[in-house]
């Protein structure tokens, strides 16, 4: 009985490349939510997503960042022309229904050089 | 008015005494309380919540404080104990909402044996 999988759990990306961050949900849970924890700060919303469609994505950047939750696969957090400004901890939950519990994974440590 | 704010940012406090975190918010809206315990390397994970028509509730050794009329809410967690140590997120939603979560930014709570 995994838990919510994310990978890599680290990741190096020198500014101006991209950074794919990935997410398995929970087994039998199809709502995925992705959370960014800069340091010395709580975990800010970024975005809500079922499969194939984005619900809720009031919290992501205009620019550079898009998300994905395909009908087969992970999900995708994708971060175009990284800068340092998007170091941080990237943390993904998931849940088998919108009000049900969330169970977040162990995040993924982005690190821009 | 979307802020959560958390205090103290960090805490020490003797094996068998009591912790106190405390958070207050703005938005009257929010309607479901949760409290998230995360160890170091760890993603956050659910200890306790609570919604605003009860003032207490208790799990164990951890009690929830719910006080609406002054917009506050507070962790107690009693006999406190070395495992106990980690970062205390409280977080705030509403409208059903439960997963797009407004956190605070953590107190670190380290319990001295």
């Known amino acids: 009985n995994a838990g919510v999988m994310q990978n890599p759990r680290h990741l190096v990306r020198r500014r101006g490349q991209e950074a794919r961050l990935r997410c398995s949900p929970m087994?039998?849970?199809?709502?995925v939510y992705w959370y960014r924890q800069l340091p010395e700060e709580g975990l800010k919303f970024m975005v809500y997503?079922?499969?194939?469609?984005?619900?809720?994505e009031s919290g992501m950047p205009k620019e550079r960042f898009s998300a994905e939750f395909p009908k087969e696969g992970p999900s995708i957090l994708r971060i175009q022309q990284v800068v340092r400004g998007d170091s941080a901890a990237y943390f993904c939950?998931?849940?088998?229904?919108?009000?049900?519990?969330?169970?977040f994974g162990q995040g993924t440590r982005l690190t821009v050089v | 008015q979307q802020q959560v704010k958390q205090s103290p940012q960090s805490l020490i406090v003797q094996k068998g005494g009591i912790s106190i975190i405390n958070c207050a918010y703005e938005?009257?809206?929010?309607?479901?309380f949760p409290w998230y315990q995360q160890f170091p390397g760890k993603g956050p994970a659910l200890l306790i919540a609570?919604?605003?028509?009860?003032s207490e509730k208790k799990e164990g050794r951890f009690t929830i404080s719910f006080n609406k009329s002054a917009k506050q809410f507070s962790l107690h967690i009693m006999d406190s104990q070395p495992g106990d140590s980690a970062t205390y997120f409280c977080?705030?939603?509403?409208?059903?909402?439960?997963?797009?979560?407004?956190f605070g930014t953590g107190t670190l709570l380290a319990v001295q044996p």
């Open positions: 939950a998931s849940s088998r229904q919108s009000g049900a519990e969330a169970f």
């Open positions: 087994k039998g849970h199809s709502h």
């Open positions: 997503l079922q499969k194939e469609n984005i619900i809720d």
């Open positions: 938005n009257t809206a929010f309607d479901y």
């Open positions: 609570i919604r605003p028509d009860v």
């Open positions: 977080a705030a939603t509403y409208g059903g909402a439960t997963n797009k979560l407004i």
